[in-house]
């Protein structure tokens, strides 16, 4: 939070890619006038437009079998997809 104040930048959303990285949200959000967008409540296949930015969202199971990717024009953003399984545990495409 120190380096985003003192960049001047705001964190305006946030989300989770997977299941286990829950355990701070509240307290960020608390701290900051972010919207939370809720992995559980979207679905693979989806689109969502937070402020206007269109995101495909895509079911991308890996390092949890729960694992989203956002898929905008330019840009991902994938969480630990590239983790199959565990950290630093990846397999094989061919063992997927």
């Known amino acids: ?6 960049r001047k930048r705001k964190i305006l959303k946030s989300s989770d890619t997977h299941s286990h990285h829950t355990p701070g949200n509240q307290a960020m959000l608390e701290k ?7 992995c559980k409540k979207i679905k693979s296949d989806q689109t ?4 206007q930015e269109i995101l495909n969202v895509l079911h991308t199971p890996g390092h949890t ?3 989203i990717t956002f898929m905008a ?8 997809t590239l983790f199959n399984g565990t950290i630093g545990k990846s397999k094989s495409i061919s063992q997927v």
């Open 1 to 6: 939070m120190l380096i985003l104040r003192r």
């Open 32 to 38: 900051t006038t972010a919207q939370f967008i809720d």
């Open 48 to 51: 969502i437009a937070p402020d």
């Open 65 to 67: 079998d729960d694992s």
């Open 73 to 80: 024009t330019d840009f991902l953003v994938t969480g630990d």
